[in-house]
């Protein structure tokens, strides 16, 4: 949240009206977030109803701003979304300068959030468990955005439209997420890799590597 400067109350009036209003504004921001969360993970209203008990109506209207977010709303919300209460609300700093991600299930993978802010390109690591029994099945999903992954350990099979492929560690894929798209494990190890996912189609900028020398080179791959 923004930093706003303190005045002192002229004319021997209070400061409850500043306050009052800084209070107004942080309330206003908690329904975009919680919108802007719901979309980054990829859940629908009533998946997020079922899981926190709140009625499809009140979420919905929490979201649009109808109706006023409570601590009785607020805790199973941060529960479902794996994040800290104060990021929900956007609450200022406390000074610790420590930056503390708190890990979330979903899907039967562990996600781990590598980025504070919501919206724009967020960073997750995420670890798979291995397979203890033949592969599930491999379903599809399309949805705005786009992907990029970067596998740290393990073996990633990624099956991107009619391409059929598995990701080794320090192996890179980037992909519109409007193709359809599944990956899974591949083997009885955990695999561990990187996620970079920008929800409004954001691109991963990456900078050209310089060609080595001996062609002549002083060039650049892309």
């Not at 607020?74 to 503390?100: F, H, I, M, N, S």
């Not at 596998?151 to 359809?180: M, N, Q, Y």
């Amino acid at each position: 949240m923004a930093a706003h400067e303190h005045h002192e109350p002229e004319d021997g009036g209070t400061a409850h009206g500043a306050d009052d209003d800084e209070f107004s504004s942080v309330l206003t921001g908690v329904g975009p977030r919680l919108r802007a969360l719901r979309t980054e993970r990829g859940t629908t209203l009533a998946q997020l109803s079922e899981t926190t008990g709140i009625s499809l109506s009140t979420l919905s209207r929490l979201e649009s701003g109808g109706r006023k977010p409570t601590l009785e709303l607020l805790l199973p919300l941060a529960k479902a979304y794996g994040v800290q209460l104060d990021e929900l609300v956007g609450a200022p700093d406390t000074g610790d300068p420590r930056v503390t991600f708190r890990p979330f299930n979903r899907h039967g993978m562990t996600f781990v959030p590598l980025t504070r802010h919501i919206g724009g390109v967020n960073a997750y690591k995420q670890v798979m468990p291995g397979l203890t029994g033949p592969p599930g099945p491999v379903e599809q999903r399309v949805h705005e955005g786009y992907e990029w992954l970067y596998v740290l350990s393990g073996r990633l099979r990624l099956v991107l439209g009619e391409h059929d492929l598995v990701l080794k560690a320090g192996e890179v894929a980037e992909f519109d997420t409007r193709t359809p798209h599944w990956w899974g494990n591949v083997g009885p190890e955990p695999v561990e890799f990187l996620s970079l996912f920008g929800p409004q189609g954001e691109r991963m900028h990456v900078r050209a590597k310089p060609r080595e020398s001996g062609r002549g080179g002083d060039g650049a791959r892309a």
